[in-house]
């Protein structure tokens, strides 16, 4: 199939337009990353150690019973309901529960910040402690695709299809219009012989 100049000048500029935010957050990111032991922050850690009451933790024990025998992973609502009222603590219930006749540990994770949770049976103590690591973080988690979701992961793998789109649909449209512009394949010469040479001479 033929493609017209001017249906490549359109795969261009719509996937240009599409792919600008990701490709700025992308490039800045890729900067801070870079430059990741250079970028001083303070992690923002919460901790919590409260007593549980014994009617929550009663049900918690008839939940490890179940949990054991079925080989559950799931979190216990009841103990999200009661963080969520009495602390403001919001724990997700995609979060991974391991539970065992002692214990629950519940760990969650998401772009920027972790946290995890353990409840001991024989105390009802529950120990509670999360990380924010600021913004930066955050965005550079974006980036590696870092505990975000399987959304986010086909989101980046759409997002670098449509880079690839403008990418080639640009490299046409260079190919058409170097009779008129000289210098088209010395620059583009430069852009694959530069990269090489670094890493033949630097990167070992």
Known sequence: MQFS???????????????????LLFSITGITLNHAADIKTTPDVQLLEVE?????????????????????TSVPTALITWLSQVHSIQVSSAAKAEWNEDELYIVQAGPGFD????????SNQLTYESTNRGWIAYFNDLHKGRDTGVVWG??????????VIFC?????????????RWMTWPITLLGVVAPAILLLAFVH
């Open 5 to 23: 100049l001017g249906s490549v000048r359109q795969w261009h500029w719509i996937s240009a337009a599409f792919a600008l935010v990701g490709m």
């Open 52 to 72: 549980l009451p014994t009617t929550l933790v009663s049900r918690l024990k008839k939940q490890a019973e179940q949990a054991i025998e079925s080989d559950q």
């Open 115 to 122: 946290a995890w949770l353990a409840v001991d049976f024989y």
């Open 154 to 163: 086909w989101f980046i793998d759409f997002f670098a299809v449509i880079c």
């Open 168 to 180: 080639l649909s640009g490299l046409i449209l260079l190919c058409r219009q170097a009779n008129h």
